[in-house]
Nanobody, 123 residues
Framework: VQLVESGGGLAQPGGSLGLSCAAS????????MGWFRQAPGKEREFVAT????????DYADSVKGRFTINTDNTKNTLYLQMNRLKPEDTATYYC?????????????????WGQGTQVTVSS
């Protein structure tokens, strides 16, 4: 499994950014995919997850209503659209391959990770 994130950068508070995760060696119809983030000095935390086959999604309370997770199976790519960004969204964002046929917000349920992409929200 190979996961490669892109799309991070600098945004102002209230702004938007979109992240992408190009996946190879994983079938979206069989596995959930997720986004986590890690700020300096903090543990990696759950952001959002999606299981394509049932169109199921789940979000952390801190991003619900602001972030949207989606997939494009024709491109084998996972996305995270982030709107109304806040300074506390600043972190390195990682995509991960999750468990088989179910959603999970647990870090331990994700055996494969990308290298991460930095998101900084600052004025």
């Amino acid at each position: 499994v190979q996961l490669v994130e892109s799309g991070g950068g600098l945004a102002q508070p209230g702004g938007s950014l979109g992240l992408s995760c190009a996946a190879s060696g994983v079938t979206f119809s069989a596995y959930a995919m997720g986004w986590f983030r890690q700020a300096p000095g903090k543990e990696r935390e759950f952001v959002a997850t999606i299981y394509y086959s049932t169109y199921s999604t789940d979000y952390a309370d801190s991003v619900k209503g602001r972030f949207t997770i989606n997939t494009d199976n024709t491109k084998n790519t996972l996305y995270l659209q982030m709107n109304r960004l806040k300074p506390e969204d600043t972190a390195t964002y990682y995509c991960g391959r999750g468990p088989c046929k179910r959603l999970s917000p647990r870090f331990d349920d994700y055996p494969d990770w990308g290298q991460g992409t930095q998101v900084t929200v600052s004025s």
